[in-house]
Nanobody, 126 residues
Framework: QLQASGGGLVQAGGSLRLSCAASERTLSRYTMGWFRQAPGKEREIVAVISRGGGNTHYTDSVKGRFTISRDNTKNTMDLQIHGLKPEDTAVYYC?????????????????????WGKGTLVTVSS
């Protein structure tokens, strides 16, 4: 099971730290990522981190504001967010995938992920 937390209501320009924890799996075996889904829109990739944490990918709209990290000793993954914008308002989901080349596939989108956490809502007021 994956559990995402840390969402909330913040003003534009504010910061949040989202966390994703796994209770029954060793996350070091998985490529991990954060996705988000805004009202009326499709789920989209936000950030991806490789199994060992050495490679990361961000969608263009969050580069320089979002930082993905993981601690495999604690079985957790985080998303530090600064400079929040109203357009960042969405439900944020963490995902894990163990398949071969999962990093490359996760960058392309949400299809086929092995595991999803329940989302955490981020609302940014202007």
């Amino acid at each position: 099971q994956l559990q995402a937390s840390g969402g909330g209501l913040v003003q534009a320009g504010g910061s949040l730290r989202l966390s994703c924890a796994a209770s029954e799996r060793t996350l070091s075996r998985y490529t991990m990522g954060w996705f988000r889904q805004a009202p009326g829109k499709e789920r989209e990739i936000v950030a991806v981190i490789s199994r060992g944490g050495g490679n990361t990918h961000y969608t263009d709209s969050v580069k320089g504001r979002f930082t993905i990290s993981r601690d495999n000793t604690k079985n957790t993954m985080d998303l530090q967010i600064h400079g929040l914008k109203p357009e960042d308002t969405a439900v944020y989901y963490c995902a894990a995938d163990q398949k071969y080349r999962s990093y490359d596939y996760m960058i392309k989108g949400p299809s086929g992920m092995d595991y999803w956490g329940k989302g955490t809502l981020v609302t940014v007021s202007s």
